[in-house]
């Protein structure tokens, strides 16, 4: 069911559809490592848009990797816990099942 621009799927807890476009590494999508780092903002067309690292590795353009938001949510489903996180802010933990730490961006 489409409502607008957005599409509407129960329980789907992001206001971005699940298909939108969200930024990673292949050290998150191929190598099993956390995410402990997502941050939302906003891009140059207004657009949201979502980050999602480990944190662990340093980050590389040749790592970098577009996914869906929905595959992010399959890969670990705890990013749910910060669905609501508003364009500007990002969210930190030191590990996997840990407590997310919310802050706003300079």
């Given at each position: 069911m489409t409502t607008g621009s957005k599409l509407t799927i129960r329980g789907w807890p992001f206001e971005d559809p699940p298909d939108t476009p969200a930024v990673t590494t292949t050290h998150v999508t191929k190598g099993g490592l956390p995410i402990l780092y997502v941050s939302h903002e906003e891009d140059e067309d207004g657009a949201s848009t979502w980050n999602f690292?480990?944190?662990?590795?340093?980050?590389?353009?040749?790592?970098a990797q577009l996914v869906r938001l929905?595959?992010?949510?399959g890969i670990d489903p705890t990013v749910l816990e910060i669905a609501g996180l508003p364009i500007g802010y990002s969210a930190t933990r030191p590990?996997?099942?840990?407590?997310?730490?919310?802050?706003?961006e300079a």
């Open positions: 690292q480990c944190g662990t590795v340093p980050f590389s353009m040749d790592d929905d595959t992010i949510a590990a996997r099942g840990s407590k997310w730490e919310i802050r706003k």
